[in-house]
């Protein structure tokens, strides 16, 4: 028999599907381990070992072991430390969140530990848990993850001449910059000869977003975009995440259709 080893970690449940008659195989972002697939034996029938534990975005404690040879973990049993009941009994808050959880599991490699993303995960559910959820917390978790997966967007200086924004404002005041997907920031009027896959932001809108890319993870509620600033960073940010991951996500594509709906 091929040894196993058993370990412990805490764990968000980024994907869970029906495998089999009664298995299930769930994607988890854990604190210790990063994203880890596994199976859970007999989940669906046994509500003692895996009560609403491997429901998307829940918080718990997992077992799990993996055999030497490698290969995908085995659940063996799951203690929930918190099912975000406040985000479930909400439409708004349900998709905010998978949206979330959609993200992290798009940005990450199985097996790649990254603490902090961890923990940017667990307080951005705990916020919209707790608090309205607001375009501002969602704005703010794309750009934190962003910069915790080394994609950060350039955002104080112009990309091409190296102008710091403060230098742009005072030169170029009221004119709005471009953001520039395939260079990842932004561009001053006067680099800006080329607005090909380059989206118009205001200097207002980059000094909020670089305050809150500031900002400890448990704090970002704190911060509030105004509604020119809420409409500008999305544009930007959604449209580069979209760029740099080649597709939109359904995840948000639910949220803007039923947006559009007025539910």
């Known amino acids: 028999m091929i040894p196993k080893h058993s370990k412990k970690a805490s764990a968000i449940v980024l994907r869970s599907f029906d495998y089999g008659e009664s298995d299930r195989i769930i994607t988890f972002y854990t604190d210790d381990f990063g994203k880890l697939t596994g199976i859970a034996k007999g989940a669906r029938r046994s509500k003692r070992r895996f009560p609403n534990a491997l429901e998307l975005f829940s918080l718990s404690n997992i077992l799990f072991s993996i055999r030497s040879g490698g290969?995908?973990?085995?659940?063996?049993?799951?203690?929930?430390?918190?099912?975000?009941?406040?985000?479930r009994a909400d439409l708004e808050k349900t998709l905010v969140a998978s949206y979330f959880v959609d993200l992290t599991a798009q940005f990450t490699s199985e097996g790649k530990k990254n603490r902090n993303l961890f923990q940017l995960l667990q307080n951005s559910l705990e916020i919209i848990d707790s608090r309205n959820c607001s375009d501002t917390i969602t704005r703010?978790?794309?750009l934190h993850l962003l910069k915790l997966k080394g994609f950060e967007p350039v955002l104080d200086r112009c990309t091409i001449c190296k102008t710091p924004v403060n230098e742009i404002e005072i030169a170029y005041r009221a004119r709005p910059l471009l953001f520039s997907l395939s260079g990842g920031g932004i561009k001053c009027p006067k680099c800006n000869s080329d607005n090909k896959h380059s989206i118009?932001?205001?200097i207002g809108t980059i000094m909020t977003l670089l305050m809150g890319k500031e900002m400890e993870i448990s704090k970002i509620?704190?911060?509030?975009l105004s509604s020119q600033a809420a409409e500008e960073s999305k544009k930007v940010l959604v449209s580069f995440i979209q760029h740099l991951l080649g597709k939109n996500l359904k995840s948000l594509d639910v949220i803007n259709k039923i947006k559009r709906m007025s539910i």
């Open 200 to 202: 118009p932001i205001s």
């Open 140 to 142: 703010l978790f794309e």
């Open 71 to 87: 290969g995908m973990a085995l659940i063996e049993n799951c203690d929930v430390i918190n099912h975000y009941s406040g985000i």
């Open 221 to 224: 509620h704190r911060l509030t």
